[in-house]
């Protein structure tokens, strides 16, 4: 029963996120949020109201799952939407950097609460996500509606003053003028294939289906690189490498480790970019190209963590002594062999932080047009509750065959990640949501993307004139042609 319930919350949020995408375009992202929040909060008040019922934590658990899976995928819909491009990634980043923080404070008050004797234990630390549920509830009161919401749906005044407001302007700023323009235009151009369904996100139209498989591929590399297993089965693991700690306190560890490495990707993803040449290595140095990627977010995380998983996986195979070992039987190879396997597990949780903790959810809130946004970002935001239910279930089953060697299978999918990224994913860095799109349209290579610069996007009426001057060359030349 207490493993039906652990995994009912994440069977619960991949429901979620898909769900929201049929709130986001009918009651906006505000009222979407709103929505999901008070879902959540119902689902932690079930749970809470109970002292012995299995049952009803169960379904209080499954209630306030899908407000999380919807919420993880509306929350970075709403900051890509309302976000100025030029703090768009280091928002996205905050969206992250608060999830880390919650988990970093959850761990907190467990460590706080583990040791009392009665229900308080676990109520308390359930009872305590109503805050937070509350506060969302009330604060996205005060927020603004998406501008691209508002004039996707005809209210274009109150755009405007939302743009406005956003980039502290006065409504006739010539820049709230040429955002309304632009948007409007690429609206225009997406509504004319008629209301947006689920295959679409997989259609050939302007490589939507290419947009897709990236955020879902970026988010199944991001659940399967180690950090998640480290967070969920770390304490066993270093336990046997010889620490004393409780579960509660390596929990702990982990979680302000992740915290502290997550703070610096606010200023590499604006600096970094997600993916961007560097100009300081050659082209024609060994390995081309290929080496000019290394100092970029993704590349460098998938690099670095895919060597820290590789030296704790062999490290805690030929030198941990058996689990269960007590610690004066111990030899000074197995102490060294523990010191490295948490060592180099804790660098692993702390550049997951830096580069891929974040960086997926931005590429996943930026990387769609308005048209089919809500169902892509709920596409990757489930892939990755899918991937984090499977890494939960399988994890400790082949742990318990391999050991410590899991790791390498960790190290493996970042090695493909390294691959993946360099090939299919593009740099979005300072560039709108709408120039993300042209630049996906034009089909630029993604290890060219760092160097292309999008054009200015044509009026309706400007485009009209161009094709009737087109029209009218082609039937003066059909008419010479005849003569």
């Not at 590499?268 to 100092?295: C, D, F, H, K």
Request: some cysteine.
């Amino acid at each position: 029963m207490r493993e039906l319930i652990f995994y009912f919350h994440p069977n619960s949020t991949f429901v979620g996120a898909l769900g929201q995408a049929l709130t986001s375009d009918r009651y906006g992202r505000k009222g979407s949020i709103f929505i999901w929040s008070t879902i959540f909060t119902v689902g932690v008040v079930i749970q809470t109201a109970t002292e012995t019922s299995i049952a009803q934590i169960t379904v209080g658990r499954f209630i306030a799952g899908l407000g999380v899976g919807a919420l993880s995928a509306i929350v970075p819909l709403y900051n890509g939407e309302t976000a100025p491009k030029a703090i768009r990634g280091m928002i996205l980043v905050m969206y992250q950097l608060q999830i880390i923080m919650g988990i970093f404070l959850s761990y907190i008050i467990d460590l706080g609460t583990h040791s009392i004797k009665n229900s308080a234990s676990w109520k308390i630390p359930v009872g305590l996500q109503m805050l937070w549920g509350l506060i969302l509830m009330s604060g996205i009161l005060f927020l603004p509606e998406s501008p691209r919401h508002l004039l996707y749906t005809g209210r274009e005044q109150l755009a405007r003053e939302v743009i406005a407001e956003l980039n502290s302007v006065p409504v006739e700023d010539g820049l709230v003028e040429s955002y309304v323009a632009e948007l409007k235009l690429a609206i225009a151009e997406e509504n004319e294939g008629g209301q947006a369904t689920w295959l679409e996100c997989f259609s050939t139209r302007n490589q939507l289906w290419k947009r897709t498989i990236n955020g879902m591929m970026l988010q199944f590399i991001q659940q399967l690189n180690g950090q998640n297993f480290y967070y969920y089965y770390g304490d066993t693991f270093f336990q046997s490498a010889g620490t004393e700690l409780s579960p509660y306190v390596i929990q702990t560890i982990l979680g302000a480790v992740s915290v502290v490495g997550t703070v610096p990707a606010l200023y590499l993803i604006e600096t970094w970019g997600r993916r961007r040449v560097s100009s300081n290595i050659p082209q024609s140095t060994l390995a081309g190209p290929i080496l000019t990627e290394t100092v970029q977010s993704l590349l460098t995380g998938a690099a670095l963590e895919a060597i820290c998983a590789l030296i704790a996986g062999l490290a805690g195979h030929f030198l941990l002594a058996p689990t269960g070992t007590p610690a004066d039987q111990l030899t000074p190879r197995n102490k060294s062999g523990g010191d490295t396997l948490i060592t180099f597990a804790v660098l692993h949780v702390f550049l997951y932080g830096m580069f891929w903790g974040p960086t997926p959810w931005v590429y996943l809130g930026e990387s769609f047009p308005l048209r089919v946004r809500p169902k892509s970002i709920a596409l990757g935001s489930a892939t990755n509750w899918l991937w984090n239910f499977l890494l939960s279930f399988f994890s400790p089953r082949i742990a318990a065959d391999i050991g410590p060697l899991i790791l390498l299978i960790f190290c493996g999918v970042l090695v493909f990640g390294y691959v993946y990224v360099y090939i299919y994913i593009p740099e979005t860095k300072g560039l709108s949501l709408e120039e993300v799109d042209q630049l996906y349209r034009e089909g630029v290579k993604p290890w060219r993307s760092s160097k292309w610069r999008p054009q200015p996007l044509e009026t309706r009426e400007e485009k009209d004139a161009k094709d009737e001057v087109i029209t009218d060359k082609t039937d003066t030349g059909n008419e010479k042609s005849k003569a």
